[in-house]
């Protein structure tokens, strides 16, 4: 009996010592959406931490959340740039499920920050390498071209990122061509994503939530193009009450429209802009019609529209409808009877489900339709021709997130997409119908992904994002397809030193096909076909990364090298436009960047920013074939986008609690450019006078002179009235020490005597913008 009661008291008492360690392992899972508390729209990348375990997460692009925790009592702590901070207690003991709503800081201009997406700390943590995020918030604080505010004029004031000129929002990331980033919009593919002959890029910042920018290390979900990926979220609207915003500028105006569909279960976004050159220039014309010695000013103005509804179909469902459509029209009449105009533009149209299956697994599936048009017309007098090109694709997506535990994250998509190629189309006659004639050359493609990931976490110190995408692509009896190994790893030295590295493959099976020479841009895009095969490029990337002044700073350092295959380009006097036969007009050769990026960011306090330098090099190599002699002789030359050094400083400080003073200055190495080395006589027939011929020495062995400016902007924020409870005045200065930095160069003849023979040539310089002073009113009410 003794014996019993000794046995049986001990297995009591190791129970009593078990059970607080069997308890420990039971975990539960922790899901919600963090919204903001104003207008009830879903807050991505807010971050939702638990400080006592050391864990977290960042909240998807419709606001959700999941955590899984063991069991206990904690705190959970949910911030947001721009939101105040939020904290709640919570006892685990089943699946929970909880909505945050986040309040604006009531110190709305000085609390804007360089990332949107939670914290220093998080951005050291992360396995993913070279991604940049942006807020409209912060665009709109930044000084800009006329006032007008750019979401990818910011983006180039990243490191690695380079412009391609004054004045242009064209990307050039890691020695990458333009169209060579992959530019969505909610999803939907944009083909050309800029206004204005790439001045201003097409996205209106009252519409934009906020803008993830992949320079490396791209996850397994993207795919499509070689250099980057640019994906741009749309905002929801207020799903609380009906509010009305815009803006006032020197050469546009937005108006932006959102409200309730059902209060708290759906909402509308609607927003508009519009240019108006044309206004001043058409009074100008009619001033002086019926001179015969005036040259009429051409017509020009863009707009666009964007839209988007959401609604909350039940606990488990939300639909997701997008919409895009803008125009760019320009056109000359002369007295003489000649018309011209070029119109081209995007439209978009994107519908998104998104279920939730249980508290680990949800699904979004996108459909998606993409447009882009380019139309050339001119008439005179009797006679008329029509020049363009399309493409249209119809997409299918979809999208698994699964996370079976705390230490696993895997993602499965698949995608489906149908092109439809106008390469060119040529329509000419004249208006008594004796002639009329017509051409119209066409290709379709089918392009299908499928792609696997994991975010994996082995340990504190060690974390893991691997993934590999299997791509095809078929054109008529054409096919190709290949594997897209990604991998990135994140190793935690210390608290405040982490070490990164990146891997990615891409392959890019469309190509855009441009013709440098012309005055006004061509933009065909084209299929991999017969003897066109896709491009292919791979990236290398590792770097450092550490948290400065009590977490107040980042500094990080990362290096890159890129190899790229069938890189496209095209032999002297190609005939881009309606031609049957362009696939002769290729030629492929290979290209190589490799640089170096140092980054410096604050993000908290009264001042913040960032520095940022580049030190890159790009290079390109095309040898004879097609009968010709390659380019460059078949020698090795930098495109005309390589850039040595890049520097950029972008501050932004609060004076009071309604001025915020910001500024940025950049400067870069010249564009490589081409310019004759000499010149030599040649005179036809003896008594003939003596005619010049350039000597060219190799393409873009010369550089402009380096690219400098410095721009600056005060944003008052005014007293709020009964008709703007919030409105604000936004002055900027862009070139503010007038900079006459190099657009193109020409020569100039300098003769001996006015009517005397040409003795030499002179360089000179075009300018494109001297200081520009800007005033815009914001209101919202």
Same mark, same amino acid.
């Given at each position: 009996?003794?014996?019993?009661?000794?046995?049986?008291?001990?297995?009591?008492?190791?129970?009593?010592?078990?059970?607080?360690?069997?308890?420990?392992?039971?975990?539960?899972?922790?899901?919600?959406?963090?919204?903001?508390a104003n207008n009830a729209e879903a807050l991505p990348g807010a971050a939702v931490t638990v400080p006592a375990l050391g864990l977290g997460a960042t909240t998807?692009?419709?606001?959700?959340?999941?955590?899984?925790?063991?069991?206990?009592?904690?705190?959970?702590?949910?911030?947001?740039?721009?939101?105040?901070?939020?904290?709640?207690?919570?006892? !685990?003991?089943?699946?929970?499920?909880?909505?945050?709503?986040?309040?604006?800081?009531?110190?709305?201009? %000085?609390?804007?920050?360089?990332?949107?997406?939670?914290?220093?700390?998080?951005k050291l943590q992360t396995p993913q390498m070279s991604v940049e995020r942006l807020t409209a918030r912060e665009a709109k604080l930044l000084p800009a071209l006329f006032g007008e505010v750019d979401i990818l004029k910011t983006l180039q004031l990243k490191p690695g990122v380079q412009n391609g000129g004054e004045g242009t929002s064209g990307l050039f990331v890691r020695g990458g061509s333009a169209d060579q980033n992959l530019v969505l919009l909610d999803d939907a593919l944009v083909y050309n994503p800029s206004h204005l002959f790439g001045?201003?890029?097409?996205?209106?910042?009252?519409?934009?939530? =906020?803008?993830?920018?992949?320079?490396?290390?791209?996850?397994?979900?993207?795919? %499509?193009? !070689?250099?980057?990926?640019?994906?741009?979220?749309?905002?929801?609207?207020?799903?609380?009450?009906?509010?009305?915003?815009?803006?006032?500028?020197?050469?546009? =105006?937005?108006?932006?429209?959102?409200?309730?569909?059902?209060?708290?279960?759906?909402?509308?976004?609607?927003?508009?802009?519009?240019? &108006?050159?044309?206004?001043?220039?058409?009074?100008?014309?009619?001033?002086?019609?019926?001179?015969?010695?005036?040259?009429?000013?051409?017509?020009?103005?863009? &707009?666009?529209?964007?839209a988007k509804a959401n609604y909350t179909l039940g606990p488990k469902d939300q639909v997701f409808l997008s919409g895009y459509y803008g125009r760019d029209a320009f056109g000359f009449a002369s007295q003489g009877g000649f018309n011209f105009s070029f119109t081209w533009g995007n439209s978009l149209a994107a519908a998104r489900?998104?279920?939730?299956?249980?508290?680990?697994?949800?699904?979004?599936?996108?459909?998606?339709?993409?447009?882009?048009?380019?139309?050339?017309?001119?008439?005179?007098?009797?006679?008329?021709?029509? !020049?363009? =090109?399309?493409?249209?694709? &119809?997409?299918?997506?979809?999208?698994?997130?699964?996370?079976?535990?705390?230490?696993?994250?895997?993602?499965?998509?698949?995608?489906?997409?149908?092109?439809?190629?106008?390469?060119?189309?040529?329509?000419?006659? =004249?208006?008594?119908?004796?002639?009329?004639?017509?051409?119209?050359?066409?290709?379709?493609?089918?392009?299908?992904?499928?792609?696997?990931?994991?975010?994996?976490?082995?340990?504190?110190?060690?974390?893991?994002?691997?993934?590999?995408?299997?791509?095809?692509?078929?054109?008529?009896?054409?096919?190709?397809?290949?594997?897209?190994?990604?991998?990135?790893?994140?190793?935690?030295?210390?608290?405040?030193?982490?070490?990164?590295a990146s891997y990615a493959l891409m392959y890019q099976y469309v190509h855009l096909v441009t013709n440098s020479g012309a005055t006004l841009p061509t933009d065909i895009w084209y299929p991999s076909r017969l003897s066109v095969k896709p491009q292919r490029s791979q990236q290398v990337a590792t770097g450092v990364s550490f948290l400065l002044g009590d977490g107040k700073y980042l500094l990080s350092n990362e290096l890159y090298y890129k190899w790229a295959q069938n890189q496209v380009d095209f032999k002297d006097g190609a005939q881009l436009f309606v031609n049957p036969d362009l696939d002769t007009e290729f030629l492929f050769g290979k290209g190589w960047a490799y640089g170096t990026e140092l980054y410096l960011e604050k993000k908290t306090g009264r001042t913040t920013g960032w520095i940022g330098y580049t030190l890159a090099w790009s290079k390109r190599k095309f040898p004879?074939?097609?009968?010709?002699?390659?380019?460059?002789?078949?020698?090795?030359?930098?495109?005309?986008?390589d850039r040595r050094h890049n520097l950029t400083v972008v501050v932004l400080h609060q004076l009071t609690?309604?001025?915020?003073?910001?500024?940025?200055?950049?400067?870069?190495?010249?564009?490589?450019?081409?310019l004759p080395a000499g010149r030599f006589a040649v005179q036809e027939?003896?008594?003939?006078?003596?005619?010049?011929?350039?000597?060219?020495?190799?393409?873009?062995?010369?550089?402009?002179?380096?690219?400098?400016?410095?721009?600056?902007?005060?944003?008052?924020?005014?007293?709020?009235?009964?008709?703007?409870?919030?409105?604000?005045?936004?002055?900027?200065?862009?070139?503010?020490?007038?900079?006459?930095?190099?657009?193109?160069?020409?020569?100039?003849?300098?003769?001996?005597?006015e009517d005397g023979p040409v003795t030499s040539y002179r360089a000179r310089q075009v300018s494109l913008f001297p200081v520009i002073p800007a005033v815009t009113y914001n209101f919202k009410f």
């Open positions: 009996m003794a014996l019993r009661l000794t046995v049986l008291s001990l297995l009591i008492s190791l129970s009593a010592l078990l059970s607080p360690q069997v308890r420990a392992q039971v975990r539960y899972t922790l899901t919600g959406v963090v919204r903001a998807a692009e419709d606001g959700t959340y999941s955590l899984n925790l063991p069991a206990g009592r904690y705190q959970v702590v949910v911030s947001f740039i721009g939101y105040e901070s939020q904290t709640r207690d919570l006892n !685990l003991t089943r699946n929970q499920r909880l909505l945050f709503q986040l309040v604006e800081a009531g110190n709305q201009l %000085g609390e804007v920050v360089i990332e949107g997406s939670g914290t220093l700390e998080q001045l201003f890029s097409v996205f209106n910042p009252d519409a934009v939530q =906020s803008v993830d920018l992949y320079k490396g290390g791209f996850p397994a979900q993207y795919g %499509g193009r !070689l250099s980057s990926v640019v994906d741009v979220k749309l905002r929801e609207g207020n799903r609380q009450k009906l509010g009305v915003s815009g803006g006032i500028g020197l050469i546009s =105006s937005r108006l932006t429209l959102e409200g309730p569909i059902v209060k708290n279960k759906g909402s509308f976004i609607l927003s508009g802009r519009r240019t &108006y050159f044309d206004v001043f220039t058409r009074q100008i014309n009619n001033l002086n019609e019926g001179d015969a010695n005036y040259n009429p000013i051409p017509d020009y103005y863009f &707009y666009d529209f964007n489900w998104n279920h939730v299956f249980n508290k680990r697994l949800y699904l979004n599936t996108t459909a998606s339709l993409t447009d882009y048009q380019y139309n050339v017309t001119n008439r005179l007098d009797q006679f008329s021709f029509n !020049l363009g =090109s399309t493409i249209r694709d &119809y997409s299918l997506r979809s999208d698994l997130d699964f996370a079976p535990n705390e230490k696993h994250a895997l993602k499965f998509g698949v995608q489906g997409t149908t092109h439809r190629f106008g390469v060119g189309r040529l329509q000419a006659g =004249s208006s008594d119908g004796r002639l009329n004639i017509g051409s119209d050359v066409g290709y379709k493609g089918l392009e299908g992904a499928v792609y696997a990931s994991d975010n994996f976490k082995p340990s504190e110190k060690w974390q893991l994002e691997y993934g590999l995408r299997l791509t095809g692509f078929q054109s008529g009896s054409n096919a190709y397809g290949g594997l897209e190994p990604r991998g990135a790893a994140r190793y935690s030295l210390s608290p405040k030193t982490s070490l990164k004879p074939q097609r009968g010709t002699s390659g380019i460059n002789g078949g020698r090795t030359f930098y495109p005309n986008y609690e309604r001025l915020n003073l910001t500024g940025s200055f950049v400067y870069t190495t010249g564009n490589a450019t081409t027939v003896f008594g003939d006078d003596l005619s010049a011929v350039p000597i060219y020495p190799d393409r873009n062995s010369y550089r402009l002179a380096p690219y400098n400016r410095l721009d600056l902007g005060l944003v008052w924020k005014l007293k709020p009235n009964r008709w703007f409870p919030e409105s604000d005045l936004t002055f900027s200065a862009y070139n503010a020490y007038n900079r006459r930095n190099p657009y193109f160069v020409y020569f100039d003849q300098v003769r001996d005597g």
